[in-house]
């Protein structure tokens, strides 16, 4: 974490596409009310803003559920699941 390997991947990743000839790069989420210090993803917010990130609000992204009973099994355990793997680290 102190190296902060998460920046040079990003840049790396910034540097591929670009030489793909892309010349957007979505960074896929950002706070809902930007000037909201208490929303959870001020943090990302602010990561993406080192590297010069504009705001282009987007409709969010839905789940498209094919099994009910999956879907609800998979996102009540989910939590679980993540808090458990933390624990391993």
């Known amino acids: 974490r102190r190296d902060m390997p998460n920046y040079l991947l990003q ?13 957007t790069y979505d960074w896929w989420g950002a706070p809902t009310d930007l000037d909201d210090a208490d929303d959870g993803m ?17 409709v969010g992204a839905w789940d498209y559920v094919i099994s009910p009973v ?6 009540e355990s989910l939590p679980y699941i993540l808090a458990g793997m933390r624990r391993l680290r």
Do not use: D
């Not at 999956?70 to 996102?75: E, I, N």
């Open 11 to 23: 840049w790396v990743a910034m540097q591929w596409a670009l030489a793909q000839g892309c010349t």
């Open 42 to 58: 001020q943090g990302v917010w602010q990561f993406k803003q080192g590297f010069g990130a504009e705001f282009q609000p987007h």
């Open 70 to 75: 999956a879907y609800r099994a998979l996102t």
